[in-house]
Every structure is written in C-alpha cells, then in structure tokens.
C-alpha cells in the first residue's frame, strides 16, 4: 500500500478556477519545488515571513496547522513545503487517506463533491501513490479530480495511462465513463512576481501533456500592469506550443487586505482582455485559514 506525506486534508468550497463554489474535499500534499517569496513583495524583493515562522517554529514549535499565522507575503501555504515545517504533516496510508476522506464528506459518501489534489506541488513526488488512492473501493463514486499544480512537472508514462484509464472507465461513475471533461489540470503558472525564474517556471510542452489527457487552463497571479504584461508573453508562449484551454487572472492576496487591494482591478484587467477572473473566494468567505 503506498503513502503520501500530507499537509492538510479537508472538505470545503473550491474558491478559485473552474470549479469555484463546488464543494470539495482538499488533499495537500507536502513538498513544492517553489519557493514563491516574491508575491507580494516589490518587484526583485523576497519576503522573509515564511522563514521567519519557521525560526520561531524552532523555538516554539507550532502544533497544528490550524495554529500557523497567515502570512500576507510570499506562498500562502509555505508549511506545505518548507522543510522546517514537516513535521506536522503525517505520512499517511492511502487506506488511512480514504478513510479520513470519507469521514469529512457530508455523507461519507462521494455525491456531487469534487476531489481537489493540491499542495505544495502535487505532482512533483506522489504520482506513484495515486493509482493506489484513486482505485480505492470507496473512491469509486468520486466523479471530477482536479490538480491544482504549478505546470512544472511531467506526467510519468504509468501515470498518464492511470489518469487515462480513470477518465474511460466505465467502472467508475454510475452511467459508465467519466470522459475528459472529469480530470481537470488547474496550472498557476509562475510569473515573475512570485519570485520565480521565468525559465524554471514556464513550461509550455508540460502543460500542452497535460491538456491532451484532461481538461487544463492556466490561472495567472497578477497584481499591477506590469505582471499583466508577463502574463500577455507567458500566454503567447504556451498557444505557439498548442495550448488551446482558458486562461484566468486571479489577484495576489493570500490575506484580506491585500486581496482587497486588487481584485477588483484585476477583474477589470480580466475583463479587457477578454480574459476569465477567478476569485479567491476562500479570502472573504474564511479569511484563508488554513484548512479552508
Ligand atoms: S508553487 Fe504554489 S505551493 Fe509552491 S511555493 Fe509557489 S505558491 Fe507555494
């Protein structure tokens, strides 16, 4: 039986994307190949706030998930990553994984909610794990899978076939296959705001994979003009590479007060471009909490 180091798993509303307002159960995965600590900050200018929650981590360690403070720079999850923090995330059984999963569905049953694998970076250690976890009994009845990944990472062969045979068959939802439209790939691809390296972070070829298996669109972090203006040329890559999904602004703002700052401009800048605004409804719903 395999096992996945989770960060935090939790059943909510998707707040961003395509399936914004959905319930949804929430796997968190740990590690990222990201840092992230430029959202937020001036232009060339790094936030120290995660790493200085891990400092006091050290001294006073923190016990729960649900005790971490929010940060308004830098990752919002940064204790999905950040080594220091590790210890709070629990390798767990995939058997344990589905067990908890049905514990928090509100009838401990898979209905109409969707499952959401997110992290850190979903894709980046745990492909070999999810066959397992996905082909469970009482995974049976889940009907839509999105992956919320940063469109770094490419799909082993083993797991692109496993997502391809989950999408067909029939085994699945009552009334047979669940088709393309069930797998979702929701790619935040990093611009330069994040802190990012442009050419570490764009990938093109991974997500047009991607799109041949499920369906994907890309949702950019934006805040002034000037990420805007990235987000333009960062597009213009991926269509020459063939990307045909939709594109998304969403506003930095893992907090209230920064959140606030910008989404109504960007949904403007969304708006004029003929592009798709994807809120971040967990902020004014929950304040992001962790587990939210
Ligand atoms: S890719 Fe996502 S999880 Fe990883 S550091 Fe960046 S924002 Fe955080």
């Not at 798993?9 to 307002?21: D, N, W």
């Amino acid at each position: 039986m395999s096992k996945i180091k989770i960060a935090e798993l939790f059943y909510s509303i998707q707040g961003e994307g395509r399936y914004m307002g959905v319930p949804s159960v929430f796997l968190r995965t740990f590690g990222c190949n990201f840092k992230c600590a430029g959202f937020g900050m001036e232009r060339g200018i790094l936030s120290a706030e995660a790493e200085q929650l891990a400092l006091v981590h050290e001294v006073t360690p923190f016990k729960r998930y649900e005790e971490l403070p929010l940060v308004s720079t830098g990752c919002d999850s940064y204790a999905s990553w950040h080594p220091s923090f590790k210890d709070l995330s629990p390798m767990l059984t995939t058997d344990a994984i589905v067990d908890r999963t049905m514990e928090i569905l509100p009838f401990n049953e898979w209905r109409d909610e969707h499952l959401v694998i997110t992290g850190g970076e979903p894709l980046l250690g745990w492909q070999r794990a999810y066959p397992d976890l996905l082909s469970h009994e009482k995974m049976k009845g889940l009907k839509e899978i999105t992956f919320e990944t940063n469109g770094t990472q490419e799909l082993s062969k083993e797991f692109r076939h496993y997502l391809l045979d989950w999408t067909l068959n029939p085994r699945g939802t009552p009334g047979g296959k669940r088709g393309y439209e069930a797998l979702t790939f929701s790619v935040s691809a990093k611009l330069p705001c994040s802190g990012e390296k442009w050419e570490d972070a764009i990938k093109p070829e991974v997500v047009c994979s991607y799109e041949e298996i499920g369906h994907t669109y890309l949702k950019f972090v934006v805040a002034t003009e000037q990420d805007f203006a990235d987000a333009e040329c960062a597009i213009g890559a991926y269509r020459k590479a063939g990307f045909k999904g939709h594109v998304y602004l969403m506003p930095v703002g893992g907090v209230e007060s920064v959140y606030a700052l910008n989404n109504r401009r960007v949904a403007e800048l969304a708006m004029k471009n003929g592009l798709r605004y994807s809120d971040r409804l967990q902020v004014p719903l929950f304040k992001n909490e962790w587990g939210t």
